[in-house]
């Protein structure tokens, strides 16, 4: 099946530092991806919608400068959490719909990525 | 916002059908009916999806009533491994629209 790839699994860093987060569609293009984030005993919450070539589209309280998003190819996209603090400590998760162009195919997950900020 | 209704938790004997149901009463015409579960500390897993008809995979099954308000997902044989967090979700087949998730049912599987 569609496997999406998620790198790193996790990071912890100190705070005020920038943190990259990759996510890669492995066996599947996709003009489009999604990333989320997870607070502890939280559901999953949209950030963004990254599109390969352009800008991505940033949910209402989701601070775009704060977290900077690249879909450079059709197989990545980036998430980088700039000068990140405590408060920016969560699980991230990108997602990307494929394979095949249907509306109707489902997204698939990557492993996510849990950040902790000291 | 999330549009469906799921109970909070729910607890299944190890080898039994897990029926987990979820209400949609404002699903659209051209709205799916997406089911996902999430194990902790992990990426959300696809589990099935469908818009009308009953679907059944390798790893579930899932009932939609006929006027659509409702359906039920339903794990055959449940095992210590379907214990997750399951999230029914309904997404407009257009475009990319993201999915959205709720709060989801937490399934727990009793040996």
């Known amino acids: 099946g569609a496997v999406v790839s998620q790198h790193p699994s996790w990071v912890i860093c100190k705070s005020g530092t920038s943190v990259k987060i990759e996510c890669r569609s492995l066996d599947f293009q996709a003009t489009t991806m999604f990333w989320y984030r997870q607070f502890p005993k939280q559901s999953l919450m949209l950030m963004a919608t990254s599109n390969e070539g352009s800008k991505a589209t940033y949910e209402q309280g989701v601070e775009k400068d704060k977290f900077l998003i690249n879909h450079a190819s059709l197989t990545l996209s980036t998430l980088t959490v700039t000068s990140a603090h405590p408060e920016d400590s969560s699980f991230y998760i990108c997602s990307a719909r494929g394979p095949g162009q249907g509306s109707n195919q489902p997204q698939h997950f990557g492993d996510g990525t849990r950040l902790s900020i000291l | 916002d999330a549009k469906t209704t799921q109970p909070t938790s729910m607890d299944c004997a190890e080898g039994r059908a897990a029926n987990l149901p979820c209400n949609h009463s404002?699903?659209?015409?051209?709205?799916?009916v997406y089911w996902y579960r999430q194990i902790h500390s992990q990426g959300p897993q696809y589990i099935i999806h469908?818009?009308?008809n009953n679907e059944t995979n390798e790893m579930a099954s899932l009932i939609i009533t006929e006027d659509r308000k409702s359906s039920t997902l339903i794990l055959p044989h449940a095992t210590l491994r379907d214990t997750a967090v399951y999230y029914c979700?309904?997404?407009?087949?257009?475009?990319?629209?993201?999915?959205?998730f709720g709060k989801g049912t937490r399934l727990s599987v009793i040996a």
């Open positions: 979700i309904v997404r407009v087949a257009k475009g990319n629209t993201p999915l959205v």
């Open positions: 469908g818009l009308k």
């Open positions: 404002t699903i659209s015409g051209n709205e799916y």
